[in-house]
């Protein structure tokens, strides 16, 4: 027959062994949750995708306004050496291109039209194509053409320069790819109007 005292410390036993097995995950669950060994890894691993995706999106935009200055600078330079002559020629003007692709380094030109129009505006202030020249070769308005001018340049019996200035800027890939757009080309455009500073007019010899 057991005596109880025996039967007392078997089941104390029983039950230390149960809280021994127990007990075991419980500290490896702490022990686990306590680690803190390669936490900064994991937080780089999370935050490094998206500290990059802003780093390049914020490149590409900047890229893109140093682009979009350079279109401005070209368009505005071009208008402004025009209009400081009384007399121009075809030659002339292409030499503007040149001027343009000075301005541009250290970003490439892609695609390049050039427009110079001369404009005319009588004592009514109809603003009219006098001559017109492009880099492409053809005239790109018939002379007489009617031509919109800012209101605050429309004035009576004086002549304007026209240039007219775009260039391709091409998007890099990741840009494209994280939108899900196609586009990976825009077109910057610029447009400025130059008083005449010599003469009454400039004229084109051959345009």
Not at 21 to 32: Q, S, W
Not at 68 to 86: E, F, G, H, N, Y
Not at 105 to 113: A, F, M, R
Not at 180 to 200: P, V
Request: glycine fraction near 4%.
């Amino acid at each position: 027959m057991t005596r109880p005292d025996t039967f007392d410390r078997e089941k104390n036993v029983r039950r230390d062994g149960r809280t021994a097995v127990l007990a075991r995950p419980a500290a490896l669950l702490r022990r686990f949750l306590s680690e803190r060994d390669g936490v900064g890894a994991v937080e780089f691993a999370l935050l490094a995708p998206v500290l990059i995706v802003l780093y390049l999106c914020a490149f590409e935009l900047m890229t893109g306004f140093s682009v979009s200055k350079k279109v401005t600078m070209a368009a505005s330079t071009v208008a402004d050496l025009v209009s400081r002559t009384d007399k121009v020629s075809k030659a002339d003007l292409l030499g503007m291109v040149d001027v343009t692709n000075a301005v541009f380094p250290p970003y490439g030109v892609d695609n390049l039209s050039l427009n110079i129009t001369g404009v005319s505006i009588d004592s009514a202030k109809q603003a009219k194509v006098a001559w017109s020249w492009s880099n492409s070769g053809a005239a790109p308005y018939a002379v007489g053409a009617t031509v919109a001018v800012p209101d605050d340049m429309l004035s009576e019996e004086t002549f304007l320069v026209r240039s007219e200035l775009s260039v391709d800027h091409e998007l890099l890939m990741y840009l494209p790819a994280l939108s899900g757009s196609a586009i990976k080309e825009i077109t910057i455009r610029r447009e400025f109007f130059f008083r005449q500073r010599i003469n009454t007019d400039i004229s084109c010899t051959d345009c």
